[in-house]
């Protein structure tokens, strides 16, 4: 719509009404064309595409909406997301005056939310699907029953969705970027992260890369996963450190800050593993036992001497490079 609209840009589309009127004709072209389209992926029997598109479209609304802040506790500076429409305005989607009244966008903020919860669960599930047995049988099962909480998302539980991101991370030789910050430090602040230390997956493992920077271009897409911590020690010294007390590899580490992570995010992270369905009362277990040991060493939320999981998204090395 903005696209149109910045084509036919009208320079008497003043008023609410003009402007409400002006919407109204281009949604309907708009909705002519979605129609054109559809029809076209109909006849090319590609579907999926419209599909994956429009997840992404709406990825990137939310992203624009997100308004990040920080919150001090005794101790620390936690990183907090929340959502804004009026950021709308400042990266120009919308050229509205400050009184127009953006409630509606509010209402398809929640629609939005949800929609791209059930599309993340259906990738989920689909790429977990792909993993071998017997491994791959335990992963399924535990992401096989969605948590749905009445006006919340659909949810997986965090630590079977990390096993699954992980496996199938390394099957498709993807990067992953470990970053940790002190955590006394905004997270909003680049400089905040003392590690930021790249690893390659190798014979189903990963191994650092920082000897072979030159086989990830920086177009090369990678998993980024941003963790904090209360030790004094910086640089290559406490990342060594930390991946040998979790037990001598990067996938240590990631498994025990997710086992000790809030598994769904309505409830805390004490009470959350025994939400998990699906799986035996053993597997259950051992992702308490888990995060019991994750706690002891210094990778919980509560005991962060080492590391604790903040944030997991995607992105390339070179957006990485250019942000700090």
Do not use: W
């Not at 949604?27 to 419209?50: M, N, P, Y």
């Not at 909480?149 to 498709?172: N, Y």
Request: net charge neutral; with cysteine; aromatic share 6%.
């Amino acid at each position: 719509l903005q696209n149109v609209a910045v084509r036919e840009a009208c320079p008497d589309v003043k008023t609410k009404r003009q402007y409400t009127s002006h919407c109204h004709r281009l949604k309907i072209e708009a909705d002519a064309q979605v129609q054109q389209l559809k029809q076209r992926f109909v006849e090319s029997g590609d579907i999926r595409l419209s599909y994956e598109l429009m997840t992404l479209v709406k990825l990137r609304f939310l992203t624009i909406v997100k308004k990040e802040t920080d919150e001090e506790t005794e101790d620390c500076i936690l990183p907090k997301d929340k959502t804004y429409v009026g950021h709308l305005r400042s990266v120009g989607v919308l050229t509205l005056s400050k009184t127009f009244n953006l409630a509606p966008f509010e209402h398809h903020l929640s629609t939005v939310k949800k929609s791209v919860a059930k599309a993340s669960v259906d990738f989920i599930q689909a790429e977990a699907s792909r993993i071998g047995s017997p491994d791959g049988d335990v992963i399924r099962r535990a992401l096989s029953i969605v948590r749905e909480v009445s006006g919340k998302e659909a949810q997986l539980p965090c630590f079977f969705q990390m096993e699954a991101v992980m496996r199938r991370s390394a099957d498709e030789g993807l990067p992953i970027l470990f970053k940790l910050r002190d955590s006394r430090v905004s997270p909003s602040i680049a400089q905040s992260f003392s590690v930021c230390s790249l690893f390659i997956p190798y014979t189903g493992l990963y191994k650092s890369a920082e000897d072979n920077l030159e086989q990830v271009s920086d177009n090369n897409p990678l998993l980024v996963i941003e963790f904090r911590s209360s030790s004094t020690q910086r640089g290559p010294a406490i990342l060594s450190s930390i991946i040998n007390v979790a037990g001598g590899g990067i996938e240590d580490v990631i498994r025990l800050t997710a086992a000790q992570h809030c598994q769904y995010t309505d409830c805390d992270s004490s009470s959350s593993i025994d939400l998990i369905r699906g799986i035996s009362l053993t597997e259950k277990n051992y992702v308490v036992r888990l995060a019991n040991i994750a706690h002891v060493l210094g990778f919980s939320n509560l005991n962060y001497t080492n590391a604790c999981l903040e944030h997991v998204y995607c992105d390339t090395l070179g957006a990485q490079r250019m942000n700090g």
